[in-house]
């Protein structure tokens, strides 16, 4: 997480980077956060964080509507978020 952290900081000002560390402290945890945060830590200029940071904003707000989001569920080729509604959720994945 250090590393995305450092990263959103040397892309964007004090306040937007304030902002997205809270949403980063939210979804830590979650399913799959690590594959996340690679991709923050990776960003090579400003336009790529926000593409990333995109499906991080999309998952706090399914979870808030009561949905188990999952970053990268297929790997890096496949897509950057996965929704599932939490009455739907079962065993082996972990919810």
Not at 52 to 75: D, Q, W
């Amino acid at each position: 997480m250090t590393k995305a952290i450092q990263r959103i900081r040397a892309l964007c000002s004090k306040n937007a980077a304030s902002e997205f560390e809270d949403w980063l402290s939210k979804v830590q945890k979650w399913p799959n956060a690590a594959a996340l945060l690679n991709s923050l830590a990776g960003a090579t200029d400003q336009e790529n964080l926000f593409d990333h940071l995109a499906p991080l904003r999309y998952s706090l707000i399914f979870k808030y509507l009561g949905f188990v989001p999952s970053f990268e569920p297929t790997g890096k080729k496949g897509p950057d978020l996965l929704i599932l509604r939490a009455s739907v959720c079962a065993k082996p994945r972990p919810c």
